[in-house]
């Protein structure tokens, strides 16, 4: 089976491409990418994700490494055009994207694929590489570009902070997805990220996918005041449906390098992983 995927013709259409937002850090950016990746996989679905962050984070949280421990640091050495995309490509193991899927979604066939292309410290190096190439925006969407050929999704993680390579990321993706804690000010950090982005917005035409309220203390009055004012501020943008709620599960599953879905698939976490697969999917156009 595996083998007669690998000799499927070039997928016919561009791959839908995600980048996961927001400038306040520990928001569950990385989370959220690592979840959308594993749940497109398992619906069958070629993923390809793409670390942006020197953290390395979106892979290690699969706990995926190279032989010395570390996550790969290959982005660099893939934007700055040493080696070729799909040569840089880290597969996941399949067993991490064979999941339960939930009854009331229909996958397109076997599990998909799920390749990262991951950075490390070397991440670090793609600002000043851009600012010495004529400020060469497009460079991520150029190299990225063969993994339309062979993936569906391109789900991209991105760091905290600002730098040149924001304009890059925007350059190469279709979508924003804005995963925000629901407190005080998570208005404004929202209203400062899509602000940034707008601001961007001549580098790439990127729209709002949705914005994904997390670690949401249910039953707490400052959560749902937060709650309140996000949706006054940004309509059905904000995902009142697919939001996940404060649990430890979250942290469980990725200590042993799982997607809640796999770590405890009849637990609500995991229930609140699979609308948000099936927000995405439904906001793209896509029949989940
Ligand atoms: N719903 C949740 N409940 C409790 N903990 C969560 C939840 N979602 C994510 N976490 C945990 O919160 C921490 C921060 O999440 P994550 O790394 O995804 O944030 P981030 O926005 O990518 O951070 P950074 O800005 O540093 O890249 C992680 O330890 C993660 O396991
Ligand atoms: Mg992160």
């Given at each position: 089976?595996?083998n007669?995927?690998?000799?499927?013709?070039?997928?016919?259409?561009?791959?839908?491409?995600?980048a996961?937002?927001?400038?306040?850090?520990?928001?569950?950016?990385?989370?959220?990418?690592?979840?959308?990746?594993?749940?497109?996989?398992?619906?069958?679905?070629?993923?390809?994700?793409?670390?942006?962050?020197?953290?390395?984070?979106?892979?290690?949280?699969?706990?995926?490494?190279?032989?010395?421990?570390?996550?790969?640091?290959?982005?660099?050495?893939?934007?700055?055009?040493?080696?070729?995309?799909?040569?840089?490509?880290?597969?996941?193991?399949?067993?991490?994207?064979?999941?339960?899927?939930?009854?009331d979604?229909?996958?397109?066939?076997?599990?998909?694929?799920?390749d990262?292309?991951?950075?490390?410290?070397?991440?670090?190096?793609?600002?000043?590489?851009?600012?010495?190439?004529?400020n060469?925006?497009?460079?991520?969407?150029?190299?990225?570009?063969?993994?339309?050929?062979?993936?569906?999704?391109?789900?991209?993680?991105?760091?905290?902070?600002?730098?040149?390579?924001?304009?890059?990321?925007?350059?190469?993706?279709?979508?924003?997805?804005?995963?925000?804690?629901?407190?005080?000010?998570?208005?404004?950090?929202?209203?400062?990220?899509?602000?940034?982005?707008?601001?961007l917005?001549?580098?790439?035409?990127?729209?709002?996918?949705?914005?994904?309220?997390?670690?949401?203390?249910?039953?707490?009055?400052?959560?749902?005041?937060?709650?309140?004012?996000?949706?006054?501020?940004?309509?059905?943008?904000?995902?009142?449906?697919?939001?996940?709620?404060?649990?430890?599960?979250?942290?469980?599953?990725?200590?042993v390098?799982m997607?809640?879905?796999?770590?405890?698939?009849?637990?609500?976490?995991?229930?609140?992983a699979?609308?948000?697969?099936?927000?995405?999917?439904?906001?793209?156009?896509?029949?989940?």
């Amino acid at each position: 089976m595996e083998n007669m995927k690998n000799l499927a013709l070039p997928k016919q259409n561009e791959a839908i491409t995600i980048a996961v937002v927001q400038e306040k850090g520990g928001v569950g950016k990385t989370t959220t990418a690592a979840t959308v990746s594993a749940g497109l996989a398992a619906l069958g679905y070629d993923v390809a994700g793409i670390d942006t962050d020197m953290q390395g984070h979106f892979i290690s949280t699969l706990r995926v490494f190279t032989s010395a421990g570390y996550p790969p640091d290959l982005l660099f050495d893939v934007v700055s055009r040493r080696r070729p995309v799909h040569e840089a490509l880290t597969p996941i193991p399949p067993e991490k994207i064979t999941l339960e899927i939930p009854s009331d979604m229909t996958p397109t066939g076997p599990p998909g694929r799920l390749d990262i292309l991951s950075g490390y410290l070397d991440t670090t190096l793609i600002p000043g590489w851009i600012r010495a190439h004529n400020n060469n925006w497009e460079a991520l969407r150029e190299v990225i570009a063969p993994l339309h050929q062979t993936h569906d999704f391109i789900i991209i993680d991105t760091p905290p902070t600002k730098s040149e390579m924001t304009p890059a990321i925007i350059a190469a993706s279709d979508y924003a997805l804005i995963p925000t804690l629901p407190e005080a000010l998570s208005v404004r950090q929202t209203s400062d990220t899509l602000e940034s982005i707008a601001n961007l917005s001549k580098y790439g035409d990127i729209r709002l996918l949705g914005i994904i309220p997390t670690m949401v203390r249910d039953g707490v009055l400052l959560h749902e005041e937060s709650l309140d004012e996000l949706t006054t501020a940004f309509g059905e943008s904000v995902w009142n449906e697919a939001y996940t709620s404060l649990s430890i599960i979250w942290g469980e599953a990725s200590a042993v390098g799982m997607s809640v879905m796999q770590y405890a698939p009849g637990h609500k976490a995991a229930c609140q992983a699979w609308r948000i697969v099936h927000k995405v999917l439904e906001s793209v156009g896509v029949k989940a």
